[in-house]
Structures are given as C-alpha cells and as structure tokens.
C-alpha cells in the first residue's frame, strides 16, 4: 500500500505512463461523444422526414376530402390522371 509520502514522489515513469492513459481515455471519450453526435444527427433528420411525410399525408387527405364533395376538383384531378396515362407524358421533348 502506497503512503502519502510515496505518492507525491512520483516518477518521471509514473507521470508519463499517467499522462499515456490520460490521452487514450480523452481519445475514447471524444471518439464516444463524436459517435452519439452523428447518431443523434442521423435520429433528427429522420424525425424531420417522418414529420415532412405525415404532414403531406395529412394534406393529400384534406386534399381527397375536398376532391370527393367538389366535382370541379374531382374533374381536375382526373384530367391530371388521364395526362399521367398518355403515352409519352412527363418525357421531356
């Protein structure tokens, strides 16, 4: 068992090898702390996309809502639909 005495008397030895494992330790915090960074980035982006969806979703349905009371809407979205079904729509010319 080390006294008082003896452990303020450190060696240059002892320093270095306390130094080493300090910087190893400070390497695999920041290694821990940059990984749970990009985890949590990837977590929000992922959070932003679900949101982005359910919100269009949300607006595709009020959208079909009102489409199914307003005849006028109805005939746009199946004039949008035949145009979709032509042969050659959406190709650039």
Same mark, same amino acid.
């Given at each position: 068992?080390?006294? @008082?005495?003896?452990?303020?008397?450190?060696?240059?030895? #002892?320093?270095? $090898?306390?130094?080493?494992?300090? $910087? !190893?330790?400070?390497?695999? @915090?920041?290694? !821990? *702390?940059?990984?749970?960074?990009?985890?949590?980035? /990837? *977590?929000?982006?992922?959070?932003?996309?679900?949101?982005?969806?359910?919100?269009?979703? *949300?607006?595709?349905?009020?959208?079909? $809502?009102?489409?199914? !009371? #307003?005849? /006028?809407?109805?005939? $746009?979205?199946?004039?949008?639909? #035949?145009?979709?079904?032509?042969?050659?729509?959406?190709?650039?010319?």
């Amino acid at each position: 068992m080390a006294s @008082i005495a003896h452990a303020q008397r450190l060696s240059h030895y #002892d320093l270095r $090898e306390r130094a080493e494992r300090a $910087e !190893t330790s400070f390497r695999h @915090i920041s290694f !821990t *702390v940059e990984q749970l960074g990009r985890i949590a980035r /990837r *977590v929000g982006s992922t959070l932003h996309r679900w949101a982005a969806a359910h919100q269009q979703r *949300v607006q595709d349905r009020l959208f079909w $809502e009102l489409a199914l !009371t #307003d005849p /006028r809407v109805m005939s $746009e979205l199946r004039a949008i639909q #035949d145009h979709a079904e032509q042969p050659g729509a959406g190709r650039a010319s």
